[in-house]
């Protein structure tokens, strides 16, 4: 079969990439920061599974940026899912063969070209053609800017992953068409409130900001932790290098509230872009200091804990202006 009419522009995240090219697909032009900011896309989480390494994990994007950009744009939303992998893969090839680009949930240890030895479900690509005889998938990949071939069999091992915190089934969209009604400064102004409030009102103490004040206190006996080293290295990578266009998202959420202020005249006149990249900054300097830590022969977290009560202080201050100006 061929392949479809690839829209991929490479990005900095997986999924407001894709969510970006799977919208210009359709006929809609939004940015990849757009798209993120759409969806509510600031998160933070502090976590301890048992069992894992590291044992101390962060994560900053929201866990539900797909389902929120959507259903922020006014478009009925859900994953469909499969309990048979032979099923989920017949029905993905059904849908290409009528046209229609698929986004999917994968995770990257089974993709082939990460070469990765970490677990990291909840990946999102998009499906744009098969090759029945090779039994090859073809999928774009954030910044990577070729389709890439994903075989049939690591395909469905990527689809059904449970090495960590999603339990995914086949997960994949693929409408036969989406059409977006609404306001769209309302959207945006919208979203901007809910992403502050998810923030700043967390339902637990794993996170928003109930996340950071644990992790703060929590931090002064990580030198403790037997795998220390790996948890300041992790929890840097996914800050600044793990497809969050560096500052924990922060940098790419700034340039999207710079595009949305031209709907949104409030978003300039509050300052809230030049706050958020001092907030972006202070994500940064975290993880830096991290990394260092992570390289030292003995832990010490002193300026870690520094850094993280400067962001705390920075973090605030932004959910602060923004609900206020809404």
Known sequence: MPILNITHQPGRHCASSAISDFVRFHGYILTEAMCFGIGEGLGIWYLS??????SRMVHVRTADLEEQFFKGMGLPFSWEQFDDP???EEYLCHRLDKGKPALLRTDIYHLPYYHSSTH?????ITAWGYDEKEKLFFVTDTERKKPLSVPFDKMRLARYSNGGFINMKGDMFAPDSIEFPGNFSEIIRTAIIRNSLAITEPSNDSSGLDALYKMQKEMKNWHEIEDWKWIARFTYQVIEKRGT?????RLMYHDFLREAAEFVPQIAGSGLDKIMMEVGLAWRDF???LRDASEANKPDFTESIDKLTMLIKKEKSYHKAALQSG
Do not use: R, V, Y
Request: net charge negative; aromatic share 10%.
């Open 49 to 54: 599974p048992s069992g894992t390494t590291p």
């Open 86 to 88: 032979e099923q989920s």
């Open 120 to 124: 990291f479900p909840g990946h999102l």
């Open 245 to 249: 266009g560096g500052g924990g998202f």
């Open 287 to 289: 993880a830096i200091a």
